[in-house]
């Protein structure tokens, strides 16, 4: 069916006011602003402005402990705001021994605190990405950067254990398999501060897998398809001609925006084909005349 075809039985919308947007962020100059950094002029970038691999080159590159390093940083890039943020308990680090007393987690902790430091200078306490501080930009670049080197060496060390001789294998594998634990641990924080129905895991190698954390799940996958749906524009929204509900793509139908979709699924072209049969039966039904006795009688009981 053509789109002409659709127009002449349904309604078509070719004009909405709802409209998908490729992810975007803060960028510009910046201010410092007591210990943070502030954007004083407007400007965004997105997803598809970043170089391909830039985790490779231009995070790997940043000077985290230089504080005008990462203010170039930022102002070329945007904020890079802590996973922390996402999920409180995806930052982990093994408990550190100092003057015989154990020190848990350290590393989350000092995300907490730099996450602390910025949320001052966040208007109304919503993080309206306007502003970071030094200490949360620093943190989240060394955290990036470390898991860019921890994956490096995670891939090498299996390369390594898989091509040793006999002899250095065990230890090898060993540390492969240290390395592919210390993986696992570091994703978590990546796949928190995704936005991807994927997620990285490691076993005996580094993959990605449908993700099984919460809150990824069903409803992750009903607000890609809204997104998707929304930013599809080759095919139009319309109206179902059975069911009155507004629809792109007809479900179990062809991936052509015009085939058949003149109704939002098989159960309503069905429903729509009975109702049309019954009305055809009803029509056979009646006596000659009838209809035309019946609007007569109408008449006169309205008259």
């Given at each position: 069916?053509?789109?002409?075809?659709?127009?002449?039985?349904?309604?078509?919308?070719?004009?909405?006011?709802?409209?998908?947007?490729?992810?975007?962020?803060?960028?510009?100059?910046?201010?410092?602003?007591?210990?943070?950094?502030?954007?004083?002029?407007?400007?965004?970038?997105?997803?598809?402005?970043?170089?391909?691999?830039f985790f490779n080159h231009q995070l790997l590159e940043c000077d985290a402990k230089n504080a005008d390093a990462l203010a170039a940083f930022v102002s070329e890039w945007g904020a890079p705001y802590s996973p922390y943020r996402f999920d409180a308990h995806c930052i982990y680090s093994p408990p550190d021994f100092e003057g015989g007393r154990v020190k848990h987690n350290q590393l989350g902790k000092k995300h907490k605190a730099a996450v602390e430091e910025t949320n001052p200078y966040i208007d109304d306490g919503w993080l309206a990405y306007d502003a970071i501080s030094l200490s949360e930009a620093a943190a989240t670049i060394e955290l990036l950067q470390s898991f860019v080197y921890l994956m490096h060496d995670t891939i090498r060390a299996r390369?390594?254990?898989?091509?040793?001789?006999?002899?250095?294998?065990?230890?090898?594998?060993?540390?492969?398999?240290?390395?592919?634990?210390?993986?696992?641990?570091s994703a978590r924080a990546i796949n928190a501060a995704a936005c991807h129905p994927m997620q990285i895991?490691?076993?005996?190698?580094?993959?990605?897998?449908?993700?099984?954390?919460?809150?990824?799940?069903?409803?992750?996958a009903i607000c890609n398809q809204i997104i998707e749906a929304v930013n599809d524009d080759v095919s139009p929204w319309r109206a179902c001609k059975s069911c009155g509900h507004i629809f792109k793509r007809k479900q179990g139908g062809s991936e052509k925006a015009d085939s058949d979709s003149a109704y939002c699924c098989k159960k309503c072209a069905d429903r729509q084909r009975q109702r049309e049969y019954r009305a055809k039966k009803r029509k056979a039904a009646q006596p000659k005349g009838s209809e035309h006795r019946g609007k007569a009688k109408g008449g006169v009981d309205n008259g």
């Open positions: 069916m053509g789109l002409q075809k659709l127009e002449s039985t349904t309604t078509v919308y070719y004009s909405t006011p709802i409209e998908a947007r490729p992810l975007s962020w803060r960028r510009g100059e910046t201010r410092r602003e007591g210990k943070a950094l502030r954007f004083i002029t407007d400007g965004t970038i997105g997803t598809d402005s970043l170089p391909r691999e390369y390594d254990a898989d091509n040793s001789p006999c002899a250095g294998r065990s230890a090898n594998e060993e540390r492969a398999a240290h390395l592919a634990q210390q993986f696992r641990d895991v490691a076993n005996d190698f580094l993959r990605v897998d449908i993700r099984q954390d919460f809150p990824r799940g069903l409803t992750s």
